[in-house]
């Protein structure tokens, strides 16, 4: 296993959330990591990526103000805080990689077919 999510469940809107996802630093090192969800009968969507200094990060707007993107500085783990979640925020979050990707904005930019996690679901009750 190369990249394993955990942290989703079920809370209230206006509540939170932290996911982690733990990556092999053999085989991420210097690629960029993100987090895509998708809801039920809807496309996968990109909610945010990190390098993998750390140092740089990119938003989808839905995610802008309200998520935060951040590395442990082993670097093994990153993780996204979610605050103030809205229904709209449900569904299936997956931590991800693409070979090659080094950017947040890059990964941001595509769908990435090499490296996925397992999906950890998130439900926002109204």
């Known amino acids: 296993v190369q990249l394993q999510a955990s942290g989703g469940g079920s809370v209230q809107a206006g509540g939170s959330l932290r996911l982690s996802c733990t990556a092999s630093?053999?085989?991420?090192?210097?690629?960029?990591t993100g987090w895509f969800r998708q809801a039920p009968g809807k496309e996968r969507e990109f909610v945010a990526a990190i390098s993998w200094s750390g140092y740089n990060t990119y938003y989808a707007d839905s995610a802008k103000g309200r998520f935060t993107i951040s590395r442990d500085p082993a670097k093994t783990t990153f993780y996204l805080q979610m605050d103030n979640l809205t229904p709209e925020d449900s569904g299936v979050y997956y931590c991800a990689a693409e070979e090659g990707i080094t950017t947040p904005q890059g990964l941001g930019m595509i769908l990435p077919k090499d490296y996925w996690g397992q999906g950890t679901l998130v439900t926002v009750s109204s």
């Open positions: 630093r053999r085989t991420f090192n210097n690629y960029a």
